[in-house]
C-alpha cells in the first residue's frame, strides 16, 4: 500500500499571491524588495510542510527538518479542537494538514495499526424551504 501525504491545499498559494502583490505597494527602493523573502517563505512553508502515514510510521515534515515515529513508538491518536496529535511514550506531536475529517484515512493508511475509524459524516447548511401558510 502507498503511503498517504495530506498537505495545505494548493488554494493557499493563492494567499501568497496575493500577499505578494500586496507588498508590492512597499517595494519603492532596491532594498525594500528583500520584502519579497515573506511570500517566498510562505511557498516553501506551503509545499514542504506535510503528514505521510504509511505502513512503517508516521512522518511529520516541517518547514526545517522531519520527524519519523515508526507505529511501535506510537501509542495513539488525540484530538484537541481542531488538531490531531499522535502519542508516543516522549511526548504528542501535532500532525500538521491532518483534520479530525481525515482520521479514517489516517487509519487506512496506517495498514492496520490503528483501529479502523468511521467516515466523517458531511456537515450539510440547513436546506432553505420558501414558508408558505398553511391551509386548513
Not at 37 to 52: D, E, K, M, N, Y
Not at 108 to 116: E, I
Request: hydrophobic share 50%; charged share 15%; proline share 8%.
Amino acid at each position: 500500500m502507498s503511503p498517504r501525504v495530506f498537505r495545505l491545499p494548493k488554494s493557499a498559494y493563492l494567499a501568497v499571491l496575493i500577499l505578494a502583490l500586496c507588498v508590492t505597494v512597499v517595494v519603492q527602493h532596491p532594498l525594500a524588495a528583500l520584502v519579497y523573502l515573506l511570500p517566498a517563505g510562505a511557498v516553501v512553508f506551503i509545499a514542504r510542510t506535510a503528514t505521510v502515514v504509511s505502513e512503517d510510521g508516521i512522518t511529520v515534515r516541517a518547514l526545517i527538518g522531519h520527524r519519523t515515529l515508526r507505529w511501535a513508538d506510537v501509542r495513539g491518536l488525540s484530538v484537541t479542537g481542531r488538531s490531531v496529535y499522535v502519542v508516543s511514550a516522549d511526548a504528542a506531536m501535532r500532525l500538521p494538514c491532518v483534520r479530525v475529517a481525515d482520521l479514517a484515512a489516517v487509519a487506512t493508511a496506517s495498514g492496520g495499526h490503528l483501529p479502523p475509524v468511521a467516515e466523517a459524516t458531511p456537515k450539510y447548511p440547513p436546506s432553505r424551504r420558501s414558508r408558505r401558510p398553511s391551509r386548513q
